[in-house]
């Protein structure tokens, strides 16, 4: 069985920073493309970054600059790295992970390209 666990997340005020991180179990990650979403309360769920089973990388605008997403494979875990935080970020953020490896040069930002969710992790940015 496939599990995705998100932690690090919590109340930090504008302008600070978090560490969000993402342990897999049943399921070797580096298989295939790595990626964080979040969902405001009464907002759809957006993309935010993802990486590659090739170690690159994409962001969404609003957060370029600002967040960095990583991998080490020898811990199976993913971490977003959250800094310059703004109220606006705050958000449920979730961890995706694909089951195939796809040979390509494209992004996949859409939540319909990732297997496997975790259940989110709560940030919440105060002003």
């Known amino acids: 069985q496939v599990q995705l666990v998100e932690s690090g997340g919590g109340l930090v005020q504008a302008g600070g920073s978090l560490r969000l991180s993402c342990a897999g179990s049943?399921?070797?990650?580096?298989?295939?493309?790595m990626a964080w979403f979040r969902q405001a309360a009464g907002k759809e769920r957006e993309f935010v970054a993802t990486?590659?089973?090739?170690?690159?990388?994409n962001y969404e605008d609003s957060v370029t600059g600002r967040f960095t997403i990583s991998r080490d494979d020898a811990k199976n875990t993913v971490y977003l790295q959250m800094n310059s935080l703004k109220p606006e970020d705050t958000a449920v953020y979730y961890c995706a992970a694909q089951k195939t490896r796809y040979y390509t040069d494209y992004y996949f930002t859409s939540q319909i390209d990732y297997d496997y969710w975790g259940r989110g992790t709560q940030v919440t940015v105060s002003s």
């Open positions: 990486i590659r089973w090739s170690n690159s990388m």
């Open positions: 049943g399921h070797n990650l580096s298989s295939g493309d």
